[in-house]
């Protein structure tokens, strides 16, 4: 079954403990990306990546790092958590470089900063 | 400025009530407008991508319409299942591969 698999799925934590959200798909897909989603901001992209080895910041990179190393995994990573990074995050993927088609989302990660 | 609009923030409606929800943007050059649906809990679900003013795609009781400042989403007879959140989001040609999601629109169809 095609897929994007996010671990995980809730999380509650402290100010400053570092953590790392896990987003692996298994479509075989160039595009990746993650989003967070706040009540009445929408959905706001963090990082994109187009292949392996290339990333590049969406519109609220602050505080948040990403890896592309393989093609089927793109981690997130939060050196230093603060109560703002409280969220709902997606992963997505897409199997067109540009992301211009079909966006396939994982089910979200509801993180918890205290 | 890229940015996307949608209105209204809500809507509610009768079992068989059709109606639109408009969404509205302002993009450097249009590389595609994308439409999703969300239900609680779940991550967005993809419907419809639209390229070029005048071009429409149609899925079940669904229409999503395309013009150069805003895009449409008609509901034809509405069924309680269609009650969820309505997404659009747009991709511009300049700037890098970012896309930019509205706020969306929620859905209540009553039976």
């Known amino acids: 079954e095609a897929q994007v698999t996010q671990n995980p799925r809730y999380l509650i934590t402290v100010t400053g403990k570092k953590l790392t959200v896990t987003c692996s798909q298994n479509?075989?897909?160039?595009?990746m990306s993650w989003y967070r989603q706040d009540p009445g901001l929408g959905l706001r992209q963090i990082y994109y990546s187009m292949n392996v080895e290339v990333t590049d910041k969406g519109d609220v990179p602050e505080g948040y790092k990403v890896s592309r190393k393989e093609k089927r995994n793109f981690p997130l990573i939060l050196e230093s958590p603060s109560p703002n990074q409280t969220s709902l995050y997606f992963c997505a993927s897409s199997v067109r470089q540009a992301g211009s088609g079909e966006l396939f989302f994982g089910e979200g990660s509801r993180l918890t900063v205290l | 400025e890229d940015q996307v609009t949608q209105s209204p923030e809500a809507l509610r409606l009768q079992e068989g009530e059709s109606s639109s929800l408009n969404c509205s943007y302002t993009v450097s050059g249009l590389r595609g407008l994308f439409w999703y649906r969300q239900d609680p809990g779940k991550g967005p679900e993809f419907l419809f991508t639209l390229y070029s003013a005048g071009e429409e795609k149609e899925k079940e009781r669904l229409k999503a319409t395309l013009t150069k400042k805003e895009s449409f989403l008609h509901i034809t007879a509405p069924k309680p299942e269609d009650s969820a959140t309505y997404l659009c989001a747009v991709q511009a040609n300049t700037g890098g591969f970012k896309t930019i999601f509205g706020a969306g629109t929620r859905l209540f169809v009553k039976a």
């Open positions: 479509m075989n897909h160039e595009y």
